[in-house]
């Protein structure tokens, strides 16, 4: 047999299409090429294929060897290649036997000596061969962080002997079984927090309803320490909430650690992070801070320091909870899905408003400052909030507020009945929607009026209040949106209004 076809998977966003890995040996001066649209890495794989061949103690066919990665119109990258094309190579030279490929797919970069290396997005890979009835083999450590899909069937090896004696029948492996994991949350207790009720109260209701948070107050008030406990208090992730997330991760450069299944992730970029950090792109689109937050906390500290072009291209994915990468070869789309918290200080010097250290800014740069941040993005905001410096009194006498398991007790039963009566979160409600779900007393709806022509609100404006009116209601458990609630919402949207 001088043919042999192995089924592999390339990465194409948070998809991972087929790939078939088609090996030719023909009769002519020896000779090793690659074809279908392969990038430096692949073709670098002749090098290490030919190199773990020998190691392996196989013998690697002296002919013409062609290597067709179909579909040719998709681009290939990485070394997850290396697998396929030498088990294609040692079946189309009669050296493994071929009668159990068509049942498996394989993925892995090898070492010269024969080992098998980890690869980037096993988990999106072993989700889209188990869709189609195939068991996926993989090197042990990305089949650790694949083995997080429960129905998947995995096989993992260490070398390409145990690949080889594996479909030889010398060898016998049973499908790879993870160690279950208890993900214990790591996150700090908000009971550590001293004072700062008002801004306690948004972050349950965003916790509560999924709603965007920004953070204004001086240096040292506990702006952080705010946004740090926030995925604490959200309420437990779905399976399918955790696959995903999963599945992004182990698209990323640093891959997905097991210890953080089911946890919500939380990202902090640092304000010098450029578009493309944020949310994602490269020659080979791969996913930035807003897809791996996805289901999680996006954490903006110091908003006004980022670069302006950089909080813009926050505008689409906050809206439609997707970002969309086109480049002149290739398109990615990544979900992002995410809950924005963002930070700055009152002022550039950081002490407007506060208790005992004076503001040295003018009112012009003040301005100047708070403008570095759109009035489009700041109305995609939803909740506005002060977070003031404490009096000497509350910081050393002061007593602590609720622990994070008594507020996420809240937030949990705030969720359920979204679940109920809409089956997603209040932030996701859409215009229609919430004229469905968000049904609102009579001297409520006059309020909202009232405020609209008085403030000159946008129709965004207006549909967050709703949407916040509508999260305050279900934490106090009532059926309908009361005028109470909805001055609750303005309040807590009133600190930058003026801009947005």
């Known amino acids: 047999m001088s043919l042999a076809v192995i089924t592999s998977r390339a990465l194409a966003g948070i998809d991972a299409p087929k790939v078939s890995v088609e090996v030719h040996l023909a009769n002519g001066l020896p000779a090793f090429t690659i074809v279908g649209l392969p990038d430096t890495e692949v073709k670098e794989s002749r090098e290490r294929v030919r190199a773990a061949i020998l190691t392996s103690g196989f013998e690697f066919p002296a002919r013409r060897i062609t290597v067709n990665l179909a579909p040719a119109d ?61 068991a996926f083999v993989l090197p042990t450590d990305s089949a650790l962080e694949a083995s997080v899909f429960s129905h998947a069937r995995i096989y993992a090896v ?59 107050g001086p240096p040292g008030t506990g702006k952080s320490m705010l946004a740090a406990r926030l995925p604490g208090i959200l309420p437990p992730m779905t399976e399918a909430e955790a696959l995903e997330c999963a599945a992004l991760a182990s698209l990323g450069s640093q891959g997905f650690l097991l210890e953080n299944w089911q946890k919500r992730p939380y990202r902090a970029p640092h304000h010098t992070a450029s578009a493309a950090a944020l949310v994602g792109g490269g020659s080979d689109p791969r996913p930035g801070e807003v897809s791996l937050a996805h289901h999680g906390v996006l954490f903006l500290d110091e908003l006004p320091e980022f670069d302006r072009r950089v909080l813009e ?49 003018t009112t012009e740069q003040i301005n100047r400052y708070r403008g570095r941040v759109s009035g489009p993005l700041l109305d995609r905001i939803d909740l506005h909030i002060e977070v003031p410096s404490l009096l000497a009194e509350e910081l050393v006498d002061g007593e602590q507020g609720e622990s994070t398991a008594q507020v996420r007790d809240r937030v949990v039963q705030a969720y359920q009945r979204q679940m109920q009566r809409q089956a997603k979160v209040n932030a996701a409600l859409s215009g229609t929607e919430l004229d469905t779900y968000c049904q609102a007393e009579p001297d409520a709806l006059a309020l909202l009026r009232q405020t609209i022509d ?26 309908n949106v009361q005028r109470v609630h909805v001055l609750q919402a303005i309040q807590l949207r009133r600190v930058m209004m003026g801009k947005s």
């Open 158 to 216: 260490t070398s390409l002997v145990e690949v080889c004696g594996f479909l030889n029948g010398l060898i016998e492996l049973s499908t790879f079984q993870a160690q279950s994991v208890t993900c214990l949350s790591p996150y700090p207790d908000l009971f550590d927090v001293k004072g700062q009720r008002s801004a306690r109260r948004a972050l349950e209701i965003a916790a509560a309803g999924n709603h965007s948070l920004l953070l204004l």
């Open 74 to 134: 998709l681009p290939k990258d990485s070394g997850r290649f290396d697998l396929p094309i030498a088990i294609g190579l040692l079946v189309a030279s009669g050296q493994v036997r071929s009668d159990q490929l068509e049942h498996f797919e394989f993925a892995g970069e090898l070492a010269l000596t024969g080992l098998i290396r980890p690869i980037r997005g096993a988990l999106a890979m072993v989700c889209q061969a188990q869709a189609v009835g195939h």
């Open 454 to 479: 008085k403030l000159g609100l946008s129709a965004r404006s207006y549909h967050r209040i709703l949407r916040v009116s509508r999260t305050i209601a279900d934490l106090e458990s009532a059926p």
């Open 313 to 361: 291209v926050l505008r689409e994915p906050l809206e439609s909870g997707v970002i969309h990468i086109s480049r002149a070869a290739r398109q990615a789309s990544f979900p992002a899905r995410f809950q924005l918290i963002a930070a700055m200080n009152p002022c550039p010097c950081g002490y407007l408003g506060h208790a005992s250290a004076r503001c040295c800014c």
